[in-house]
């Protein structure tokens, strides 16, 4: 390492606290130290590139640097970073939130925003529940949510998170949900409507992630689950919550998945790749119904939820600049002759005898490696870095979820570290 590069890791190792990292993990994997971001390309001080598999955690939808956003930046940097959202309005939160309600499936007219995922559920979680005790249901205090789902880390969305890494330390924190099976086990909902009945005027909203879990290790599902769902809900008086914070901007192929199971949430939350991972931004987007509830001369009645960078005028005006781009150059179209080549070109790596259950949406490739490697995830990530990529496995899940401006040889790439993955790391038994 040149002494740029190991100056800023040593740095960091002593003064940043990394997000979702044994800290002492670090003495025996790198940190790796980026410079620069240029298209799909992630830079460190050498020059040495590694091609970003997964989006920077999924955020990053048409490259790092690219020049229409950060053209939106600058712009919107010298006319009004910030103004605080209660009792002031700017542009960009205006224009952003016509935007996204006339791209959401059914009427979710009204925007409420936060910074990141987890704040976005927090607010869902909170409205779902006070909107109830509003229209006279005080006791629908409990949420539904599903085996394996993911939405978020702070003390509310843990409670609806079931993954037991994130989750078990926290435990007496955490306001527990019931939880449903995994639509894949319950193709029919019919264990998720027996659980409604049971608990019949006490659920506030059931929180899902429409198609494919993805924390909990891509896994996806069939949207009649979905469309299911949704009619058990209004059968149950239950708000539907869909937190396409992953999925949505395109990510499994239409611009929200729910679109793909021909429904509408009473509430959705986005986040991630809504400004394209260039500065931290969701909404929480909801019908007239739910914001109706709210509406009233008692102050109390009101949502008075607030955080200080709500409706952040920079991340609202990319944020358009982003729905500029999928208008503009047709991503979606542009996205599925993409996906149907990048399949064609991972079927080496769909038949490789260590490789199991590869599956394909939109543009996320997953599969799970047979493998005795212990620390399997934390070995192959090293191994895709040695060969300049950036892929990120969840237990023995491989998966891409490349920026959409990546070109098939880029994406070869990302088959070939599969397959050196599955080669070296899987057992084939
Ligand atoms: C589906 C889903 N919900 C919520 C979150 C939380 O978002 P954030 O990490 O921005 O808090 C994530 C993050 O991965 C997610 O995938």
Redesign the pocket.
Known sequence: MTSANRDLVERSLAAVWHPCTQMKSHERFPLVPIARGVGPWLEDFEGRRYLDGVSS??VNLFGHAHPALNAALSDQAGRLAHVMLAGFTQQPVVELSERLAALAPGRLGHAFYAS???SA?EIALKMAFHHAANRGEPKRTRFVALAGG????TAGALGVTDVPLFRAAYGPLVHASLVAPFPGDDPDATALGALLARHAGEVAALVV?PLVQ??SGMRMYPAAWLTRARELCTEHGVLLIA?E??TGFGRTGTFFACEQAGIAPDLLCL??GITGGFLPL?CVLCTDHVYGAFYDDDVTRGFLHSHSYTGNALACRVACAVLDLFRDEDVLAGNRARAARFSQAALPLARHPAVRNFRHLGMIWAFEVATATPDFARHAFTRALDRGVLVRPIGHTVYFMPPYVIDDAQFSLLVDAGLDIAQVLGTGA
């Open positions: 955690w999924w990141d995922g987890a559920i993911y939405h978020g880390e992630e993805g924390a937190d914070i992953m986040s991630k969701s």
